[in-house]
């Protein structure tokens, strides 16, 4: 089985909020502004996180830590961390292929938790609008 892509953008960018929540703290530069300057004037990009959907990302993976604690394991391992697949598996001593499974398995997992959410947050705003007729 492949990964989900959408789950797989949503990881990501999650990781990418990990990293840069411990490396300075909640968007927040961990050094002095005027100190950010490169020498010789090469300004390096910086991809732009959606902290929303990041922060509900790791309440989802969050939620698979006492439930699917494997499933947790590896994504703390791939995306949190970024060792990769091989390096996961000697991590975990398991195969790469279990790796691979473990990986597909937590984006099932997570398109549901998803989807759920979605739906009752669609509820939640239908009762709302229910209540505001006129």
């Keep these: 089985m492949a990964r989900i892509e959408w789950v797989k953008a949503r990881l990501e960018n999650w990781a ?9 703290g909640l968007g927040w530069s961990s050094q002095s502004a005027f100190l950010n300057e490169p020498a010789g004037g090469y300004r390096q990009s910086r991809i732009p ?16 830590k006492d439930a699917r604690p494997s499933l947790y394991q590896v994504l703390q391992c791939v995306h949190a961390r970024g060792i990769g697949v091989k390096a996961t598996a000697r991590a975990l001593e398991c195969s790469e292929s279990n790796v691979k499974a473990l ?15 979605a739906a009752r947050q669609a509820a939640a705003r239908d009762a709302l609008r229910g209540g505001f007729t006129t």
């Design 103 to 117: 990986l597909d398995a937590a984006d099932r997992e997570l398109g549901v938790w998803f989807t759920e959410r």
């Design 49 to 64: 996180i959606d902290e929303v959907d990041a922060s509900v990302t790791d309440q989802a993976v969050e939620s698979l």
């Design 16 to 24: 990418m909020w990990k990293a840069r929540g411990e490396a300075g």
